[in-house]
């Protein structure tokens, strides 16, 4: 089975600064998708930046980037220019790609990382 | 609008007596899936379907049952609440597995008494 460790509770930012979120997780697959979603206050589930394992260059959208190391098993979250909008909650969460299999369409989630923005 | 509704979305009831939590998305989505959310855990699989009349368990089962009469419901049943099921339920739907992007319900807040 999959796992999938998020060992940050909290972290801060000043804001304008950059913050990195880390995750790291266990499988024996060699094809799956990782995923960021943040969860707000309203606790809306939105996702973030999504990477497939396949692929060696790492996932970016707009302020949001991810460094993916595929033997190290870690996908850390970068955050840049950090706005007080981006305070939230944010699951680190895992998918397999293994079409045939039982848990194809299953997220297994870390236990998630509260972000705090300082103005 | 893509969406997935649940409702309702804050419930306080007392143990035993039977609930449903609705969801219905309007994506025609294959695969749709419930979660629990508690402090420390993240979120964990209830169960899911892969279509109509297949569901299946998944990691936290117990207490739960659901169906999936209809590609668009996924009703989530507890048939004798207990006070350990007090959670955060999420329900999610997505075109099949892998890639593609799972969308969220807005969350039901539930407290078992």
């Known amino acids: 089975a999959q796992t999938v460790t998020q060992s940050q509770p909290e972290m801060s930012v000043q804001e304008a600064e950059t913050v990195t979120l880390s995750c790291t997780y266990d499988t024996s697959e060699s094809d799956y998708y990782l995923f960021w979603y943040k969860q707000p206050p309203s606790r809306q589930m939105i996702l973030v930046i999504r990477?497939?394992?396949?692929?060696?260059q790492n996932a970016t959208e707009n302020r949001f980037s991810v460094n993916f190391q595929k033997a190290a098993k870690s996908f850390s979250l970068k955050i840049s220019d950090s706005q007080l909008g981006d305070a939230a909650m944010y699951f680190c969460?895992?998918?397999?790609?293994?079409?045939?299999?039982?848990?194809?369409?299953?997220?297994?989630f870390g236990q998630g990382t509260i972000l705090t923005v300082h103005p | 609008e893509a969406q997935v509704t649940q409702n309702p979305r804050y419930l306080i009831t007392v143990t035993g007596k039977k609930l449903t939590v609705t969801c219905s998305q309007n994506m025609n989505h294959e695969y749709m899936s419930w979660y629990r959310q508690d402090p420390g855990l993240g979120l964990r699989q209830i169960y899911y379907?892969?279509?109509?009349?297949?569901?299946d368990k998944g990691d936290v089962p117990e207490g739960y049952k659901v169906s999936r009469k209809e590609k668009r419901n996924f009703p989530l049943i507890l048939e004798s609440p207990s006070p350990n099921q007090t959670s955060l339920y999420f329900c999610?739907?997505?075109?099949?597995?892998?890639?593609?992007?799972?969308?969220f319900g807005q969350g039901t807040r539930l407290t078992v008494v």
């Open positions: 969460a895992y998918r397999s790609a293994n079409a045939g299999g039982t848990s194809y369409g299953k997220l297994t």
């Open positions: 379907s892969m279509n109509v009349e297949v569901t």
């Open positions: 990477q497939e394992a396949y692929k060696q």
């Open positions: 999610a739907s997505s075109l099949q597995g892998g890639y593609t992007e799972a969308f």
